[in-house]
């Protein structure tokens, strides 16, 4: 199985506020790897796949970067409605999730 | 537009059979590179893969819950189904279905259905 490790695991920031959110996977994963937004009671959202093509009506603030095992996704100017939980996740062979990475207000 | 809908139990006995149903509209499963997954998630926990189906019935399962795991689609119906055997409390949780589209992401999901596993 393929561990997918995200870090850091919670974050406080501030409207305006450029974050980064690392997704580290346990063996390569070439470009296999997605990027999900979720709120409270809600189903996830595809914000970015095969690791840097942003789903259609996505915010261009939203940008992903990496391939083999060490990936970003960076939120320029967090906007209110950008206060979740991030996910990543690879397809390379049997899919799998990372923890998880809350993104809370400061 | 494509969605999709899981419906199913709410509570369950322990040891016993789940059974959920993903009804979806807007794509056919026998179109060439088209999927459906079903993923689930504890209350306040992380997302965890479970299963996925291709159009040409190929069938992946999650290497940890394999043995208990079968999914089956539906294609006159535009269902997916997913049954779970031997149901224990810590597979309580939210079961999601989702679109895999061809960058091999999960692109549409179902809002989810809340399973609770108790005697």
């Known amino acids: 199985d393929i561990q997918m490790t995200q870090s850091p695991s919670s974050l406080s920031a501030s409207v305006g506020d450029t974050v980064t959110i690392t997704c580290r996977a346990s063996q390569i994963v070439s470009s296999y790897l997605h990027w999900y937004q979720q709120k409270p009671g809600k189903a996830p959202k595809l914000l970015v796949y095969?690791?840097?093509t942003l789903e259609a009506g996505v915010p261009a603030r939203f940008s992903g970067s990496g391939s083999g095992t060490y990936f970003t996704l960076t939120i320029s100017s967090l906007q209110p409605e950008d206060f979740a939980t991030y996910y990543c996740?690879?397809?390379?062979?049997?899919?799998?999730f990372g923890q998880g990475t809350k993104v809370e207000i400061k | 537009q494509i969605t999709l809908k899981e419906s199913g139990p709410t509570l369950v006995k322990p040891t016993q059979t789940l059974t959920l149903t993903c009804s979806f509209s807007?794509?056919?499963?026998?179109?060439?590179?088209?999927?459906v997954a079903w993923i689930r998630q504890p209350p306040g926990k992380a997302l965890e893969w479970l299963a996925l189906?291709?159009?040409?019935?190929?069938?992946r399962y999650s290497p940890s819950l394999k043995s208990r795991l079968s999914i089956t689609m539906d294609t006159t119906r535009n269902q997916v189904v997913l049954t779970v055997t031997n149901l224990d409390p810590v597979d309580t949780g939210t079961y999601f279905c989702?679109?895999?589209?061809?960058?091999?992401?999960?692109?549409?999901w179902g809002p989810g259905t809340v399973v609770t596993v108790s005697s």
């Open positions: 095969a690791a840097s």
């Open positions: 189906i291709y159009w040409d019935d190929d069938k």
């Open positions: 996740q690879q397809s390379y062979n049997s899919p799998s």
């Open positions: 989702a679109h895999r589209n061809m960058g091999d992401a999960f692109d549409i």
């Open positions: 807007g794509f056919s499963l026998t179109t060439s590179g088209v999927g």
